[in-house]
């Protein structure tokens, strides 16, 4: 959307991305196609403890 609303300010697609932070070509992408494919959110990935929650809090309350 912050794209969209500097390009109708007149600004250039360079001068949007060093603004914005991305791509040159990321900038004309959304520019082209609002509707421009984004990322998805991915799924939660296990921690390194994860195998061991049961065994933790066992562990602690023993102790």
Known sequence: M???VLS???KG???IAREVGVSRNTVRRYLRAPDAAR???RPPQ???LSGFEGYI???LASA
């Open 57 to 59: 809090p066992q562990r």
């Open 13 to 15: 697609a360079r001068e």
């Open 46 to 48: 296990p921690g390194k």
């Open 2 to 4: 912050e794209i969209r």
């Open 39 to 41: 990322y998805r959110e």
């Open 8 to 10: 109708k300010h007149g």
